[in-house]
């Protein structure tokens, strides 16, 4: 019999083309569709339009989400030829822990805006193939809802990921609440410390925590119901009021970095670490893990696109803590990229919320098993076997070729 606590064994790229194909002989077709394009624009009709533009949009022009893309279009992979690639090996290992590819569901807040099932049908998804999950601060269902639906499903890591508010005792009790709940590392995210100007947003009136959406961490916390006259469910307008005077701390530094790290023992992960002096800050003041990031482009218009910042703090990091990447990751190619460039793996974002939008649970499943066979195919059909093997003589780029030569 399989043992349910184990996450099921992912197909290979050709195992996985083979079942569509097959599928396909038989007249069906995938209910998820696999070009994301596609996918984005099934998600898109059925998605309330500011539903949808709350997960596509980012901030001002949104050229920093453009930027996301150039930059991957820039850097060319230079596949190589008769190296004997038959078996292939994605598995990265993480804090200890041996993931089946470099792939994590990074922390998207609010998802009950795409789907019911929200954030509970991500986790089990990821959970289900071995792969991490990344709970938001901001997430549709508790800290401890998410963890016990996770744990029906198999064993695979589980993060949290921290927005640091003004209140240090609700900060505190939040990262106790995820380390009772089984979460192996802590991600604080530094790039949200305010809301970028998203125009998308401010074009529809529509901020979903001001509806009490994604405030599920919030109402349950007992430190912040004691701040409380009436409980959230009886008076949900005053708990909104008081989580929008929480939620940002524009005051933080790195001193606030080196108490939090006195003040629990799971690995520290800093999310949005873009410029490689902001990599040694982070190095001194004694976290476990980066990750470069500009958050999809929602916060700083007119940004670096965030590959491009990668390759400056791998530098500076220089082996001592993993570095992960994410903003812009759509396809095999891009995690290839990332990883030849020195990230260790790489977050999933939008890309997940459409599969979640079209077929919940189950559409984040596809999602995550097309970008495996597709990163596997991409591996071996550029001459490589496993993730370790690649570095940033697998790429090229026009603007550098002389320098890399
Ligand atoms: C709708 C949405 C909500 C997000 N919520 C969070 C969040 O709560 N915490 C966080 O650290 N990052 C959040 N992010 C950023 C993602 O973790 C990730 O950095 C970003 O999606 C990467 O860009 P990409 O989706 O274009 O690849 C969110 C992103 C989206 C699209």
């Not at 409980?231 to 005053?238: F, G, T």
């Not at 990031?293 to 500076?316: F, K, M, T, Y």
């Amino acid at each position: 019999m399989s043992d349910p606590k184990k996450p099921q064994a992912m197909p290979t790229g050709p195992e996985r083309e083979l079942e569509i194909y097959a599928l396909g002989l038989g007249g069906g077709k995938p209910a998820v569709p696999i070009p994301l394009e596609m996918l984005e624009q099934k998600a898109k009709e059925m998605l309330s339009p500011r539903a949808y533009d709350y997960v596509a949009g980012g901030a001002g022009s949104e050229d920093t989400m453009r930027a996301n893309r150039e930059a991957f279009y820039r850097w060319r992979i230079v596949p190589r030829m008769l190296r004997d690639v038959a078996k292939r090996d994605l598995s990265v290992e993480l804090f200890g822990a041996r993931l089946p590819a470099p792939i994590l569901l990074g922390p998207v807040g609010v998802q009950e805006i795409v789907h019911k099932d929200a954030d509970v049908a991500s986790v089990r998804a990821a959970t289900s193939l071995g792969l991490p999950f990344v709970l938001s601060t901001m997430s549709s269902r508790t800290i401890e809802e998410v963890a016990q639906a996770a744990d029906n499903v198999a064993v695979s890591p589980r993060w949290f990921q921290l927005y640091w508010g003004k209140n240090p005792e609700l900060t505190a009790s939040m990262v106790q609440r995820a380390e009772r709940a089984g979460y192996s590392a802590l991600v604080v995210t530094l790039d949200t410390h305010s809301l970028g100007w998203r125009e998308r947003d401010l074009h529809h009136g529509y901020l979903p925590f001001m509806l009490g959406q994604g405030l599920a961490n919030y109402f349950s916390d007992p430190i912040f119901r004691g701040l409380l006259a009436q409980p959230p469910e009886q008076n949900p307008m005053a708990a909104i009021q008081l989580w929008g005077s929480l939620f940002s701390n524009p005051a933080l530094t790195w001193k606030d970095i080196v108490f939090l790290r006195q003040h629990t023992r799971v690995p520290i992960i800093l999310k949005g670490i873009l410029h490689a002096n902001d990599a040694a800050l982070a190095l001194e003041a004694g976290v476990d893990g980066l990750i470069v990031s500009n958050h999809g482009g929602r916060q700083v218009d007119g940004g670096i696109g965030a590959l491009d910042a990668l390759p400056s703090v791998v530098r500076e990091v220089n082996g001592r803590v993993p570095v992960l990447f994410d903003s812009g990751i759509r396809r095999g190619a891009d995690v290839f990229k990332a990883l030849a460039l020195g990230a260790r793996a790489v977050l999933l974002g939008r890309p997940y919320m459409w599969g979640l939008a079209v077929a919940g649970e189950a559409g984040v499943r596809e999602v995550l098993l097309n970008l495996v066979a597709d990163l596997d195919l991409t591996l071996a059909l550029s001459g490589y076997t496993c993730c370790r093997e690649l570095d940033a003589s697998a790429l090229w780029r026009s603007d550098l070729a002389e320098a890399l030569s």
